[in-house]
């Protein structure tokens, strides 16, 4: 698959700016098969795009836990 020119220019146009938030919202399953999956692979990933990985069991909220 080949890039068209405008998703070069799009590309260049948001190479300068900066997101609205600092994290890395992850929501997926965090049972243990695949906690070495989060850890060696997802987390590091968004950390080293500039996130900070934000799990969503890790946030607190209202309503009921599934």
């Known amino acids: 698959m080949e890039v068209a020119p405008e998703g070069y220019f799009h590309f260049e146009k948001l190479i300068g700016q900066s997101a609205a938030s600092s994290q890395g919202f992850v929501a997926m399953w965090f049972g243990e098969p695949v906690k070495l999956a989060y850890e060696t692979g997802l987390a590091p990933a ?4 500039g996130y900070d990985p934000r799990r ?3 946030i607190d909220h209202v309503g009921p836990h599934r």
């Open 46 to 49: 968004i950390i080293n795009a």
């Open 56 to 58: 969503m069991d890790d």
